[in-house]
């Protein structure tokens, strides 16, 4: 039996029950046979349909992956400027903060000198003032 006998069902044509021959009618052999293909070419028709709306969907769903990969891409420029932005805010205010801490050193040296300074000077003061004290008291017991 040929593949096409097989597929439309051609095989067995003349034969009925019981292995007896019934004649061939060809109008209602290539009726049942148009109905067959027609059959066939709707249901080709809609796997068409389908697989197109599926494809549609496929490349719709791809635009949008293509479209979020791109925003993505967008927003990891933007996060990677404001990086450097940060980045460079951050050496500024680190050499700010290194820059103060050196004006603080130095004054702190400057202070500490000062009050050494003043120690000194206090240390005259306290020791003329006791000085003055006595000779105060020195005057006030040469008056009695």
Same mark, same amino acid.
């Given at each position: ?29 290539? %009726?049942?046979? &148009? ?8 249901? $080709?028709?809609? @796997?068409?349909?389908? #697989? /197109? +709306? ?39 205010? %680190?050499?700010? &903060? ?8 130095? $004054?702190?040296? @400057?202070?500490?000198? #000062? /009050? +050494? ?28």
């Amino acid at each position: 039996m040929s593949m096409f006998n097989a597929k439309f069902g051609l095989g067995g044509l003349g034969k009925g029950l019981g292995g007896s021959r019934q004649p061939l009618d060809p109008a209602a052999e290539i %009726s049942r046979l &148009l109905n067959q293909h027609t059959h066939h070419w709707m249901a $080709l028709e809609k @796997e068409i349909k389908d #697989v /197109k +709306a599926k494809q549609e969907g496929a490349q719709q769903a791809y635009a949008a992956a293509v479209t979020a990969r791109e925003g993505a891409r967008c927003r990891l420029a933007e996060a990677e400027a404001s990086l450097a932005g940060v980045q460079a805010e951050e050496a500024h205010c %680190s050499a700010e &903060l290194e820059a103060g801490q050196t004006a603080n050193a130095r $004054l702190l040296e @400057e202070v500490e000198a #000062v /009050k +050494a300074e003043l120690q000194g000077l206090t240390s005259e003061a306290d020791q003329a003032r006791h000085e003055f004290t006595d000779q105060v008291a020195q005057l006030m017991a040469e008056l009695k």
